[in-house]
C-alpha cells in the first residue's frame, strides 16, 4: 500500500506539502496541487482520515440530517452545503430521518460517534430532541438547524423569511381577483408552517379580507394523507376560489385531490405554493411558485457551522440568517378571465 512519503516523492514535494492539499487546512497553488492530486490518483493512494482524526482530533467531516432526500428541496440544501464544505477542505455526510422523531435522535447519536466536527440538521416533523441538541453543543459540537428551525433551543440557524413569502404567494392570488383562498398546511407544531399560516393571515387581512377558520387545513407531510383530506373538504358545497399550500409535500396532495375531484386548473379552481415540485418543469399548467434559495441555505448554513469549527465567529449568542423568497407566477394562478 502506498505511503504519504511516496505520494510526496512522486509528486516532488514534501510531505508537509502532500498533507495541506488533503486536509485543505493550508493553501496550496494550483500548481503544487494538480501535482499531488495526479501522484495520488496515479498510486491510487487513499489517506487514513481514521488514524489522522485520532492523531489531531480533526475529521474534518460535518454531518447534515435532512427528512426526506427523494423531496427536491433537500438535495439543493445538502448541494450548497457540499460544495461550501469542499471549498474549505471538509466532507459532508448525509443521511435521512424519514422525518421520524425516533430515527433522527438515533442519527444524531450516530453522527456524534463518527467524530464529525459539526452538524447541520433539518428538525423532523415531530417533537424536537431539545436535550439531546443541548449535549451536542454543551460537547463543543456545533449545530446548525436549517428551514425548521426549533423552538426553545439556542442554536445558530438558516431559513427563508417564511411569513414574507407566504404573503407573496397569497397577495398574488388576492390581485387575481380571488377572495375564498383556501391554506393547506404542514404540522403546524413546525415553526415554519407556523409562520407560513401567519403570513396568509396578514395577506387577507391587509386586503380587507376576513379569516375564515375553515379554510386552514391543516395536514402532516405524507401526499397521500393531503390528498384524502382535501378530497373531503373539496366536497364540500362550496369550495374556496383558490388553495395556498405551504410546502411542496402538501403541494403535490392538493394537486393529486384536485385530479380526482375532476378540478381542472386555474379554469375551476387557482392554486400557488411554496417550494418548487420536483417535476414542476413537466407540469401543465405550470405551477405559481414562491421559491426558495435552497442552494444558498445550504451554502450559507455549512459556511456558519465552519466559523464556528474554526473559531471565526466567536460570539455567544447563536446567529440567525432569513434569506428571502422570489415569487415564479405560472399559469396555475391566472384567472382574471374565469366567469364568476
Same mark, same amino acid.
Given at each position: 500500500?502506498?505511503?504519504?512519503?511516496?505520494?510526496?516523492?512522486?509528486?516532488?514535494?514534501?510531505?508537509?506539502?502532500?498533507? #495541506?492539499? %488533503?486536509?485543505?487546512?493550508?493553501?496550496?497553488?494550483?500548481?503544487?496541487?494538480?501535482?499531488?492530486?495526479?501522484?495520488?490518483?496515479?498510486?491510487?493512494? #487513499?489517506?487514513?482520515?481514521?488514524?489522522?482524526?485520532?492523531?489531531?482530533?480533526?475529521?474534518?467531516?460535518?454531518?447534515? %440530517?435532512?427528512?426526506?432526500?427523494?423531496?427536491?428541496?433537500?438535495?439543493?440544501?445538502?448541494?450548497?452545503?457540499?460544495?461550501?464544505?469542499?471549498?474549505?477542505?471538509?466532507?459532508?455526510?448525509?443521511?435521512?430521518?424519514?422525518?421520524? @422523531?425516533?430515527?433522527?435522535?438515533?442519527?444524531?447519536?450516530?453522527?456524534?460517534?463518527?467524530?464529525?466536527?459539526? %452538524?447541520?440538521?433539518?428538525?423532523?416533523?415531530?417533537?424536537?430532541?431539545?436535550?439531546?441538541?443541548?449535549?451536542?453543543?454543551?460537547?463543543? %459540537?456545533?449545530? $446548525?438547524?436549517?428551514?425548521?428551525?426549533?423552538?426553545?433551543?439556542?442554536?445558530?440557524?438558516?431559513?427563508?423569511?417564511?411569513?414574507?413569502?407566504?404573503?407573496?404567494?397569497?397577495?398574488?392570488?388576492?390581485?387575481?381577483?380571488?377572495?375564498?383562498?383556501?391554506?393547506?398546511?404542514?404540522?403546524?407544531?413546525?415553526?415554519?408552517?407556523?409562520?407560513?399560516?401567519?403570513?396568509?393571515?396578514?395577506?387577507?387581512?391587509? *386586503? @380587507?379580507?376576513?379569516?375564515?377558520?375553515?379554510?386552514?387545513?391543516?395536514?402532516?407531510?405524507?401526499?397521500? !394523507?393531503?390528498? *384524502?383530506?382535501?378530497?373531503?373538504?373539496?366536497?364540500?358545497?362550496?369550495?374556496?376560489?383558490?388553495?395556498?399550500?405551504?410546502?411542496?409535500?402538501?403541494?403535490?396532495?392538493?394537486?393529486?385531490?384536485?385530479? !380526482?375531484?375532476?378540478?381542472?386548473?386555474?379554469?375551476?379552481?387557482?392554486?400557488?405554493?411554496?417550494?418548487?415540485?420536483?417535476?414542476? !418543469?413537466?407540469?401543465?399548467?405550470? $405551477?405559481?411558485?414562491?421559491?426558495?434559495?435552497?442552494?444558498?441555505?445550504?451554502?450559507? *448554513?455549512?459556511?456558519?457551522?465552519? !466559523?464556528?469549527?474554526?473559531?471565526?465567529?466567536?460570539?455567544?449568542?447563536?446567529?440567525?440568517?432569513?434569506?428571502?423568497?422570489?415569487?415564479?407566477?405560472?399559469?396555475?394562478?391566472?384567472?382574471?378571465?374565469?366567469?364568476?
Amino acid at each position: 500500500m502506498p505511503s504519504i512519503k511516496k505520494v510526496a516523492e512522486v509528486a516532488g514535494v514534501s510531505v508537509g506539502t502532500v498533507s #495541506h492539499v %488533503i486536509t485543505g487546512s493550508v493553501p496550496v497553488s494550483d500548481e503544487l496541487r494538480l501535482k499531488v492530486q495526479t501522484a495520488i490518483r496515479d498510486l491510487n493512494y #487513499h489517506p487514513n482520515h481514521v488514524a489522522r482524526s485520532l492523531k489531531t482530533s480533526k475529521t474534518r467531516t460535518l454531518g447534515i %440530517i435532512v427528512p426526506d432526500m427523494t423531496i427536491s428541496f433537500f438535495p439543493q440544501i445538502i448541494r450548497g452545503a457540499e460544495t461550501a464544505a469542499r471549498k474549505r477542505g471538509y466532507f459532508l455526510i448525509a443521511v435521512n430521518s424519514d422525518d421520524d @422523531g425516533d430515527r433522527q435522535k438515533d442519527l444524531l447519536s450516530l453522527l456524534r460517534s463518527q467524530r464529525v466536527e459539526g %452538524i447541520l440538521l433539518v428538525v423532523a416533523a415531530a417533537p424536537t430532541p431539545i436535550s439531546q441538541i443541548s449535549r451536542i453543543l454543551d460537547a463543543g %459540537i456545533p449545530v $446548525v438547524c436549517l428551514d425548521r428551525i426549533p423552538d426553545r433551543v439556542a442554536v445558530d440557524s438558516v431559513s427563508v423569511e417564511d411569513t414574507e413569502g407566504a404573503q407573496l404567494g397569497v397577495d398574488h392570488l388576492i390581485a387575481q381577483g380571488l377572495r375564498r383562498i383556501a391554506v393547506v398546511t404542514g404540522p403546524l407544531a413546525l415553526k415554519n408552517e407556523r409562520r407560513r399560516v401567519q403570513g396568509y393571515r396578514t395577506a387577507l387581512e391587509r *386586503a @380587507g379580507i376576513p379569516v375564515d377558520e375553515s379554510l386552514i387545513w391543516q395536514g402532516n407531510l405524507r401526499t397521500a !394523507d393531503v390528498a *384524502a383530506m382535501c378530497r373531503e373538504k373539496l366536497a364540500a358545497s362550496r369550495k374556496p376560489d383558490a388553495v395556498f399550500s405551504t410546502n411542496g409535500p402538501t403541494a403535490l396532495g392538493v394537486l393529486r385531490a384536485f385530479r !380526482d375531484c375532476g378540478l381542472r386548473t386555474p379554469e375551476d379552481i387557482a392554486f400557488a405554493t411554496f417550494d418548487e415540485l420536483a417535476v414542476d !418543469d413537466i407540469f401543465s399548467p405550470s $405551477v405559481t411558485t414562491v421559491v426558495q434559495p435552497a442552494y444558498d441555505i445550504g451554502s450559507r *448554513a455549512a459556511n456558519l457551522l465552519l !466559523d464556528r469549527i474554526e473559531h471565526v465567529e466567536a460570539l455567544d449568542d447563536p446567529i440567525t440568517i432569513r434569506l428571502p423568497a422570489n415569487l415564479r407566477v405560472g399559469e396555475s394562478s391566472r384567472v382574471l378571465q374565469r366567469a364568476r
